[in-house]
T-cell receptor, first 112, second 111 residues
Framework: NAGVTQTPKFQVLKTGQSMTLQCAQD?????MYWYRQDPGMGLRLIYY???????DKGEVPNGYNVSRLNKREFSLRLESAAPSQTSVYFCASKGNPNQPQHFGDGTRLSIL | DAKTTQPNSMESNEEEPVHLPCNHS???????IHWYRQLPSQGPEYVIHGLTSNVNNRMASLAIAEDRKSSTLILHRATLRDAAVYYC????????????FGKGTRLSVIA
């Protein structure tokens, strides 16, 4: 059982390039989330999807777009990468409302 | 959102019990208390959660104050593998409200 799978694990981009981070879960969870984590900080929510077909902004959505492709997959897109978006990105999913969130291992993104 | 306050860091000796405190004086009656931890270079993982009563599972125990304004995560016997950042998070009972992370407590375990 793979849980939450994020690809790629590492990526280096140049300023202005675009990139899509992929996330897939195999637990039949309804809700999925994208967070970013900067050094020494807690995770901050970028976007989330409470169920297939819906997406909502989190605390730091500027510069990002998301797509809930189907129940399994939730992608995060950077249209024009900026150095301030250098961070570790975590995807998470959750089943019923009172179940815990399950996290992937993260994508380490550097923008030069 | 109701806020939590945790010490920035704590230290423990290996094989000793560890008590990680969390203050949440503005907690509402419908907030669960959740604990997650994040090992180095990994995503957060769920530890335990509770509402009013103390809770035990294979990883830890959660002691909740009678007035619910504070709680304590108890690791009964710390191992080197327990070195991580521990997050105390409040979450409403119903709905799909995302977790809101603070800075947590960085636990160091000394051999």
């Amino acid at each position: 059982n793979a849980g939450v799978t994020q690809t790629p694990k590492f990526q280096v981009l140049k300023t202005g390039q675009s990139m899509t981070l992929q996330c897939a879960q195999d637990m039949n969870h309804n809700s999925m989330y994208w967070y970013r984590q900067d050094p020494g900080m807690g995770l901050r929510l970028i976007y989330y999807s409470a169920s297939e077909g819906t997406t909502d902004k989190g605390e730091v959505p500027n510069g990002y777009n998301v797509s809930r492709l189907n129940k399994r997959e939730f992608s995060l897109r950077l249209e024009s990468a900026a150095p301030s978006q250098t961070s570790v990105y975590f995807c998470a999913s959750k089943g019923n409302p009172n179940q815990p969130q399950h996290f992937g291992d993260g994508t380490r993104l550097s923008i030069l | 959102d109701a806020k939590t306050t945790q010490p920035n860091s704590m230290e423990s000796n290996e094989e000793e019990p560890v008590h990680l405190p969390c203050n949440h004086s503005t907690i509402s009656g419908t907030d669960y208390i959740h604990w997650y931890r994040q090992l180095p270079s990994q995503g957060p993982e769920y530890v335990i959660h509770g509402l009013t009563s103390n809770v035990n599972n294979r990883m830890a125990s959660l002691a909740i104050a009678e007035d619910r304004k504070s709680s304590t995560l108890i690791l009964h016997r710390a191992t080197l593998r327990d070195a991580a950042v521990y997050y105390c998070i409040l979450r409403p009972i119903s709905g799909n409200t995302p977790l809101v992370f603070g800075k947590g407590t960085r636990l160091s375990v000394i051999a």
